[in-house]
């Protein structure tokens, strides 16, 4: 695992819009996976500025993200399709076909979630996954307890992570307490994996993650096991 700190976000983030734009130019036809939150924010405009600026071209991507509320359609302001078209996609030359999110209005989110594992099959291996940590360790939304196995599925949000999510709602009632998320087991066959932790209200589940034991009740701590794992953060290890 490689460690990269920075002293701050946007250094944080221009170092992951580097490593991504250089995966995206080093390849014919990536394959990124991507995350939501916060996090990745400054990172994606680093990406359009690179794009505007000819130095990267989005043409021949394909990109995965890795989850999306259950209940919230794809014009919703809050969901992460609606998210990532706003903040990444519209303002770069990507072909919006070739972005996928699971649908948060499936009918049958089984066979939704199983529909997305198979596409990912199909279209992948993912050559580079971008990856957030939540408050309480978890990677995309496989919380605490989730299996290193699973698959792309339904799943419960904890009441922390809720919590966090809120900030972006008018209404705690309002917030989704379901999510389709990627399983650890899919997240851990993307060839390369970025992890981006920014701020100091996680530097406790950092250390766990990096230098604890690998355990389910953390789930980032599975990363310890992949073998091309680079995180960056402007966290004091
Ligand atoms: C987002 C995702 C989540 C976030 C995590 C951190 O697609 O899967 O795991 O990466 O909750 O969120 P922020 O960046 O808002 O702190």
Redesign the pocket.
């Given at each position: 695992m490689e460690i990269i700190k920075t002293k701050n976000n946007d250094e944080l983030s221009a170092k992951a819009a580097e490593i991504i734009a250089d995966k995206v130019k080093s390849m014919d036809k990536p394959v990124l996976g991507?995350?939501?939150?916060?996090?990745?924010v400054v990172t994606y405009e680093k990406l359009i500025e690179k794009v505007k600026a000819e130095e990267v071209s989005f043409k021949n991507v394909k990109t995965f993200?890795?989850?999306e509320y259950i209940g919230l359609s794809g014009e919703h302001e809050n969901s992460?399709r609606y998210f990532m078209n706003d903040i990444l996609f519209n303002h770069i030359d990507i072909d919006l076909k070739n972005t996928y999110i699971p649908n948060g209005l499936a009918e049958d989110a089984a066979e939704e979630c199983a529909a997305y594992e198979a596409l990912i099959k199909a279209e992948g291996p993912i050559d580079l996954q971008i990856?957030?940590?939540?408050?309480n360790g978890?990677?995309?939304?496989?919380e605490p307890g989730s299996s290193f196995e699973g698959r792309t599925q339904e799943t419960k949000l904890t009441a922390s992570?809720i919590e966090?999510?809120a900030r972006f709602f008018d209404s705690m009632d309002e917030v989704p307490t379901t999510a389709v998320?990627m399983g650890i087991g899919t997240i851990l066959e993307a060839k390369e994996i970025l992890l981006?932790v920014?701020?100091e209200a996680?530097a406790e589940i950092l250390k766990e993650v990096l230098n604890g034991p690998v355990t389910e009740d953390v789930p980032g701590s599975i990363l310890q096991k992949h073998p091309n794992v680079t995180v960056i953060t402007d966290i004091e290890l």
């Open positions: 991507l995350a939501t939150g916060s996090t990745p993200n890795l989850d992460y990856l957030g940590l939540g408050l978890h990677i995309a939304f496989n992570t966090a999510n998320t981006l920014q701020g996680k």
